[in-house]
């Protein structure tokens, strides 16, 4: 006999969690008008069944749509802001999608294979909706790949909502706000820990820092969720004391210490966590103490819900939050080991019983036969106070095949301190690096720079990645 | 010129690459020598244009960043040129293949 489905919307109801709020650029929706209203028109029966490609710019009517098409659809496609749109087609075809849901016409025009497509708007309109789940969803996302097509990883409510046990409503209520996209691995993860405690307020594509920032106080934010690069514009912003949450959540890149102090220093009421997870690895784990890494206690713990290990010098994570795999032809490269462990491809070592990431596996720069992972660079570097964030990249070398640069935004000026001179500057950063780095780990030059490029997900573009 | 410090300003300057003379060019070199020997801690020979490179006291890290830095300060990269075919065996050798370029 099929497994009962139990859509997302009887899943926040059996969390005991009272309809919260989705505050969108365009106004506030109370969730609790999903009761005798509906997002997508009077056409939400002709999704039952079908392959829906969400291709929906603004995230607030994107989350409706999620939220009234779990159990409806067979499977959902959620195409990220940022989906460039030659790759919509391929996506659309890899997933087998019938029908899309768009927020503009131009949505989906070009896109093969579509009989249906609806417009959803940006506020629950009275409509005759019966609310009865008929399929088992499936959940497909896209990772964030720097080339190419994107990959499609296949997900499931249970496996999206594995580590969100902690997520149920408490006694004040809980308002995120977020700058990830919420299409994504982690957008999505604080989008359903939302939905099951509480309230939101995402990102828009191509709102400024000030402006969410704006946006999040006057919704009153209690947890807020960003990129270790979201938070650093954050600090950059000027706009950083518009919010005062209690919780502050770093994930999707490396958090070293001088971030974590950085954001410490600027919200000192709030609890300061960072976390891991990926799209195909489902949440890692989440650390609280203020200090870069995680404990190796957590590694082979026995009896763990979430089993890490680290095996050939990378991370490895087998739970039920494990993606199923990626859809389509690339079945085979789904980084899965003999174990059922996904292989993170982070690369970590362990200095006194605590685990530091030290980049990405593909990441590395190979100086004359020697391995050096960027972050780590990176993380000395930041430490500096007048560093704000830093990237640390190879450039061709005639004699060793690559050596690294560094290139570095300072921080704000600080009333009563004197700002170096960048030749002082490059010369204290120097000094740093070779009193806590290997030789050829020390950059060979390093550029104050304006800025560095973020991603629209919110990493820091690595242009060898 | 002080040792260890990173780059003077008058050197930054010198990226725009028709300004740079023949005499700008060697000085640079002589000075990102003896701050490269300082960085990493290397005795660094007395410099004359017959001084082998392999005998200067410099390993293969020091050159590669000091023809990193090179490429900053003069803007020029001379051993990914196509009309680079010899590698510079003398201190010599090696100004000579930036002045060739810079000139």
Known sequence: MPRKPCPLREAIAAAGASAGHLYGVRGTTDLAGLAHGSSLGDQLEELRGRSVLIAVKDPSPAALALLELDGVAAR??????????????????????????????????????????????????????????????????????????????????????????????????????????????????ILLRALLGGSLVPAAPGESVPEFLERARAARVTHVSGTPSHWRKVLMSGAAAA??????????????????????????????????????????????????????????????????????????????????????????????????????????????????????????????????????????????????????????????????????????????????????????????????????????TIRVVPGLEVSASGKLVRPNA | MRRGRPVSNKQTRAVRLPEVSGMLVRSTIQSLFEQVAAEQERKLATLSEDTRLIDCGLDSLSFAIIVARLEDHLGVDPFSSAETTDFPVTYGDFVRLYEGIAA
């Open chain 1, 76 to 189: 959902l496609v959620l195409c990220p802001a940022d989906l460039p749109p030659e790759h919509m087609p391929a996506v659309a075809r890899a997933a087998g999608c019938d029908a899309a849901v768009v927020d503009s016409a131009a949505g989906v025009a070009g896109v093969a294979g579509i009989d249906c497509c609806v417009t959803v708007g940006p506020e629950l309109l009275p409509a005759a909706v019966r609310r009865i789940g008929s399929h088992d969803t499936e959940w497909i996302l896209l990772t964030s790949g720097t080339t190419g097509v994107p990959r499609l990883v296949r997900h499931d409510l249970a496996t999206l909502t594995h580590a969100l046990a902690d997520a149920r409503r408490g006694t004040a209520p809980i308002v995120w706000g977020t700058f990830y996209d919420i299409r994504r691995y982690g957008g999505l993860q």
């Open chain 1, 243 to 444: 919010i005062a949450p209690h919780y502050v959540r770093l994930s999707g890149e490396i958090a070293d210490q001088a971030v974590l102090d950085a954001v410490r220093a600027t919200y000192p009421g709030a609890i300061v966590v960072h976390a891991f997870a990926s799209t195909e690895a489902g949440v890692g784990f989440e650390v609280r103490d203020g200090c870069a890494g995680f404990p190796a206690s957590l590694l082979d713990a026995p009896g763990a819900e979430v089993r890490l290990t680290v095996r050939e010098g990378t991370l490895r994570i087998h739970s039920r939050g494990n993606a199923h795999g990626y859809l389509g032809e690339d079945v085979v490269a789904f980084p899965r080991g003999p174990d059922g462990a996904i292989d993170t491809g982070d690369l970590i070592e362990q200095r006194s019983g605590r685990c530091y990431f030290l980049g990405r596996r593909g990441g590395v720069i190979n100086v004359g036969g020697l391995k050096v992972y960027p972050e780590e660079i990176e993380a000395v570097i930041n430490a500096h106070p007048w560093v704000r964030m830093s990237l640390v990249r190879s450039r061709r070398s005639p004699i060793t095949g690559a050596v690294v640069i560094a290139d570095v935004v300072l921080a704000d000026g600080k009333p009563g301190r004197a700002r170096p001179s960048p030749e002082e500057l490059t010369h204290q950063l120097l000094q740093g690096c070779r009193q806590s780095l290997a030789a050829y780990k020390v950059p060979a």
